[in-house]
């Protein structure tokens, strides 16, 4: 009976919200009115930025109204690349939108390298040292993440910790004292001196064939078939001192031990004795939302989700996953999502998406494009419209892992046709006859034409 009365709560609260998506069809035909922003995330800060790429997050602001926040990261890495070597106090889950990547990074005390393309989902844990390259063929590396706050230091929006580095960024390592560094590298201070303020291009650097001077120490490391790459590691920075040494009889600074030694010492020493079939063999594996069969798809559009039971990385997060395509003019019915909040990034297209407050007025009715970051409350009322000439294709997070199976208020297959009795009719101060027929007449589900929908 409880359940029932909830129930009846949220479509009293639905009466004033079909109202309200009423009026998006008014607008669509020329009304206009002062668009409300509240829910979308603006303002995004540029954490990165160099010749090879940049990162740009935009925080999260929910407060009260969200349970749980995620910042949303935009990762652009020019061809040829490298995010150097970190850790971060906040877990990361990568979508990659384009192109291709690498990502290597320490899961039990071995390194672990994956290739992800597009539409694939991998997740970074808090505190795992990683790194990130570009390795498409001419192309830009696009990847949208998700940033937990909840674990962070609380010093801005979350804190990079780079082991590699030097003048910019400066690496972790560097504040030791020089008697600690030099006992724990087992090297001279004045080496240390020279390893430790060498580079100065930034966290993301270029490592392709025109900036090889600068970075060819990271190319020769990034162009190592993964069976190899710790195997030959030492020859390959022997031969490298050798080379430097007899250029011209020049002295040079040696900086080809200091990745050795750095990837020894903090990367763990141990991985050089392990044979290459224990890299990855055990690593987690990424996810690939394009391949996935839609949970739902008509004439009208497709979505997927993608819960810990699906992906089970995303357990230890707590993070859900979600991709919709919504044709011309086709709307994602009126609907709640009764375990999280959701974070949205179109990516393609165009269109409107409104939101109701709990009394059942108006919280945000606007207009998205590409690139713009939404995020709805748990329990809020929603729905989203694509744009009449073009498509509305958009991908996010939701604060959940667990099934999040979102509650259609309207539909063929929705929660009122499931309630449809003589309560619901009286509810509405309606016969049962006419509360049937208003009911039936809709009989597509979840993902429905509008007034202004092609046809084909």
């Not at 505190?127 to 498409?136: A, D, E």
């Amino acid at each position: 009976m409880g359940n029932r009365i909830t129930l009846l709560i949220m479509l009293l609260i639905l009466c004033h919200g079909v109202s309200m998506t009423m009026g998006l069809w008014g607008m669509e035909n020329g009304s206009h009115s002062k668009p409300n922003k509240m829910f979308l995330l603006q303002n995004s800060k540029r954490l990165v930025k160099t010749d090879a790429g940049e990162m740009r997050v935009l925080k999260s602001y929910g407060g009260r109204v969200s349970e749980r926040q995620l910042h949303v990261g935009f990762i652009t890495m020019e061809p040829s690349s490298l995010f150097v070597p970190q850790y971060l106090d906040s877990t990361l889950i990568l979508f990659v939108r384009s192109g291709e990547a690498k990502v290597g990074f320490i899961y039990q005390d071995k390194l672990a390298e994956r290739k992800l393309k597009n539409g694939d989902v991998y997740q970074i844990p808090a505190g795992s040292t990683f790194y990130l390259s570009n390795i498409g063929d001419g192309q830009t590396l696009h990847i949208i993440c998700s940033i937990d706050p909840s674990e962070s230091l609380g010093v801005g929006i979350f804190q990079s910790f780079y082991i590699g580095g030097g003048a910019n960024p400066v690496s972790v390592l560097s504040g030791f004292h020089p008697h600690i560094l030099e006992a724990a590298f087992n090297v001279s201070g004045e080496e240390l001196g020279r390893f430790f303020t060498r580079r100065h291009d930034g966290p993301i650097v270029h490592v392709g064939d025109s900036h090889a001077k600068a970075s060819s120490l990271w190319t020769k490391f990034l162009q190592l078939r993964e069976d190899e790459k710790l195997h030959h590691m030492k020859k390959m920075m022997q031969d490298q001192d050798e080379e430097e040494e007899n250029n011209d009889g020049e002295v040079k600074q040696k900086t080809s031990w200091s990745w050795r030694k750095l990837l020894e010492t903090v990367l763990c020493n141990e991985m050089l004795k392990k044979k290459s079939d224990h890299f990855t063999h055990h690593s987690p594996h990424s996810c690939n939302l394009y391949d996935r069969k839609p949970d739902f798809k008509n004439s009208y559009g497709s979505s997927v989700t993608v819960d810990g039971s699906d992906y089970s990385p995303l357990k230890s997060s707590g993070v859900g996953i979600y991709h919709v395509n919504l044709k011309p003019g086709s709307m994602m019915t009126p609907h709640v999502n009764p375990r999280a909040t959701e974070y949205g990034v179109v990516l393609k297209g165009s269109g409107r998406i409104q939101i109701l407050f709990p009394n059942g007025s108006n919280a945000m009715d606007t207009q998205i494009k590409e690139r713009d970051v939404f995020f709805v409350p748990r329990y809020f009322p929603f729905c989203q419209i694509a744009s009449k000439n073009e498509s509305l294709e958009f991908f996010g997070f939701t604060t959940s892992s667990k099934k999040n199976k979102s509650q259609f208020l309207v539909g063929a297959s929705s929660l009122m046709k499931t309630m449809m009795g003589p309560e619901l009719a009286a509810s509405f101060g309606v016969s049962e006859d006419t509360m049937q027929n208003i009911l039936n007449a809709q009989h597509e589900a979840v993902i429905l034409p509008t007034p202004w929908t092609k046809h084909d």
